[in-house]
C-alpha cells in the first residue's frame, strides 16, 4: 500500500494488516524464502490468531527448510499441544535439538530446552535423565551467556545425580559465572559455598559481596515488575 498508514482508521490498518499476510504468503510458498514463511507464522499466530495455521508454516519451515526460530517456536508448540499439535516431548526434544545446532536468535534457548528435556528423562524410552545430554547442552547455553543454564549446571555439580557425582569446585565455579549473569539463586549459593567453606577456602568478605549482589538483584527485579500509575 502506497504512502503512509493513518493508524487511526481501521479500514486503512485492516488493509495494512491484509496486504503484510498476502505480501509474507507470498515470499514463503512462492519465493521459497524461510524468512518470509516464519514472518508469515508469526503473523498467523499474533494478527490472526489462527494457531492452527501458525502450526503447519512452522512444521514446514523448521523440518524443510531448517529455520531455527521455527524449530524453537515449533517445539514450544509440541511442548504444550498449542494449534491441534499432540503433546509430544521427543517431538519438541528434536526441534529444540535442530534449532540449537543451527544457530540464530534462539539457539541459546533451545540449547537450554534440550538440557531441561534430557534432565527430565524426556529423550529416552526408560524415561530416566540423560545428564550427560544435559550437562554438554547446558554447558553450550551457558557458553552463550544464559544464566539458568550455568545456574542448572551448578546445582547438578552441588547435588551430584547417578552417574553425575558431586562436584563442588565446578558448583562454585558454575554459581559465580551464573551470579555474574544476573541469576539471584546462583548469587545466593555461591554466597554460601563462600561462607561455609564449601568447595572453596572460607573467605567471609567474598560471601558477604555475593550475598549483597543477590541482593540487590532481588531489588532491581522487583522495581522492575512494579507497576507505577501516573495521574
Not at 54 to 69: P, R, W
Not at 153 to 182: I, R, V, W
Amino acid at each position: 500500500m502506497a504512502g503512509l498508514v493513518d493508524f487511526k482508521s481501521e479500514e486503512e490498518v485492516k488493509e495494512f494488516l491484509d496486504n503484510l499476510g498476502t505480501e509474507y504468503s507470498y515470499q514463503c510458498h512462492r519465493e521459497k524464502d524461510a524468512d518470509g514463511c516464519h514472518r508469515l507464522a508469526e503473523y498467523l499466530e499474533n494478527i490472526k490468531k489462527n494457531f492452527e495455521a501458525t502450526a503447519k508454516v512452522l512444521k514446514i519451515n523448521c523440518e524443510q527448510n531448517d529455520h531455527s526460530e521455527s524449530c524453537f517456536k515449533l517445539g514450544a508448540y509440541h511442548v504444550t499441544g498449542k494449534g491441534g499439535l499432540s503433546v509430544d516431548l521427543k517431538a519438541a526434544y528434536n526441534c529444540f535439538l535442530k534449532s540449537c545446532l543451527k544457530g540464530g536468535k534462539k539457539s541459546i534457548d533451545s540449547c537450554h530446552n534440550v538440557g531441561l528435556l534430557a534432565q527430565d528423562g524426556c529423550i529416552n524410552d526408560d524415561g530416566k535423565p540423560d545428564v550427560r545430554v544435559a550437562r554438554d547442552y547446558y554447558n553450550k547455553a551457558c557458553e552463550g551467556k544464559f544464566s539458568p543454564s550455568c545456574f542448572n549446571l551448578s546445582a547438578m555439580y552441588l547435588e551430584g545425580l547417578p552417574g553425575f557425582p558431586k562436584d563442588m569446585t565446578q558448583a562454585l565455579h558454575f554459581s559465580e559465572k551464573a551470579c555474574e549473569l544476573g541469576h539471584i539463586w546462583a548469587c545466593a549459593n555461591a554466597s554460601r559455598m563462600y561462607k561455609l567453606g564449601d568447595g572453596v577456602k572460607k573467605d567471609d568478605a567474598k560471601a558477604e559481596t555475593l550475598k549483597n549482589r543477590a541482593k540487590d538483584l532481588h531489588q532491581k527485579q522487583k522495581e522492575s515488575q512494579e507497576i507505577t500509575f501516573g495521574l
